[in-house]
């Protein structure tokens, strides 16, 4: 485990952060999540430009090149040696007295970062499926910006978890947009679907391996469109997408069964192929 906050390594959990710092008061910072697979980020460049997407949208301006941001990260990867583990990375807005607006040229962003270990085992379990439940999306309507203000999903997390299940799977009007920390894939008739990449969702870096890459290289297609409760429940398979969890099968939906209650035979392929792809690596 490895700790920066704003040019230095700290200790892990150090108390470095200005009580004033909005992204503590509003939850006024974005972040990422990154993946280190063999001791090096995957699919970083992904990360590195929704990253950057989202601190354009959120007015927060930049400090570091991508270059330079790449090769603290790269730093990161190598002192800590963790091999299998992720990237937390954390830009707010600064710290300034509590007012509602804020002044860009009195705030200096603030960046933390840690590595940490994963727990290998317990991802493996997931990849045998899991129970998932509906709740009502009830986020705002800009959740494509990785911003920390997650108050909608932890809640909604939450009450999966007191459900003993893995997540949650949102509905806008009855439209499924995502999971509470994961994108959402049905399979029907051997194609996926997924909701489009627009203001309703965040595009995943995982969703986007799953379309653009993991997909095409095993000839399964997958549709962006929009679909509805009873499509899901219908589904013969179902599954959620993250960078901890890669493809994550759900082989229960509230009380009932997906499929024949185990993984399905395209998710199966799907979570294969994406796994080889982060073992080979990507930039
Ligand atoms: N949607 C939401 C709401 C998320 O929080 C996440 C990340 N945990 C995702 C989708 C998946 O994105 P990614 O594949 O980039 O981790």
New binding site residues.
């Given amino acids: 485990e490895l700790t920066y906050f704003n040019g230095e390594f700290v200790e892990p959990g150090a108390k470095v952060v200005s009580i004033d710092d909005r992204g503590y008061t509003f939850g006024d910072a974005v972040y990422e999540?990154t993946r280190v697979v063999n001791g090096r980020c995957f699919a970083w460049s992904y990360?590195q430009d929704?990253l950057y997407r989202s601190m354009r949208e959120m007015d927060i301006p930049v400090k570091m090149t991508p270059d330079d941001l790449t090769e603290l990260l790269e730093i990161m990867c190598e002192q800590s040696e963790i091999k299998d583990g992720y990237i937390y990375l954390q830009i707010s807005r600064g710290a300034a007295p509590r007012h509602h607006a804020y002044d860009r040229s009195k705030l200096e962003p603030q960046m933390l970062m840690y590595i940490k270990n994963l727990d290998m085992d317990a991802i493996r379990k997931d990849e045998d499926g899991v129970k998932a439940i509906c709740l009502p999306d009830e986020r705002w309507l800009h959740?494509d910006i990785k911003t920390t203000n997650l108050i909608p999903?932890i809640l909604a997390q939450t009450k999966a978890e007191k459900k003993f299940a893995y997540s949650a799977i949102l509905f806008r009007d009855d439209i499924c947009t995502?999971?509470?920390?994961?994108?959402v894939f049905v399979v029907k008739d051997e194609i996926c679907y997924t909701h489009p990449a627009d203001n309703k969702?965040?595009k995943?870096?995982?969703?986007q391996m799953i379309l653009t890459r993991v997909a095409p290289s095993i000839g399964v297609t997958v549709i962006e469109k929009e679909f509805d409760r009873a499509f899901v429940e219908d589904a013969d398979e179902l599954f959620f997408?993250?960078?901890?969890g890669g493809v994550i099968p759900i082989t229960k939906l509230e009380r009932n069964v997906v499929g024949d209650g185990k993984p399905g035979k395209v998710t199966k392929r799907l979570q294969e192929s994406l796994n080889k792809l982060m073992e080979e690596g990507l930039p």
């Fill in positions: 999540v990360h929704r959740v999903n995502e999971g509470a920390c994961s994108n969702i965040l995943g870096i995982t969703r997408t993250d960078t901890i």
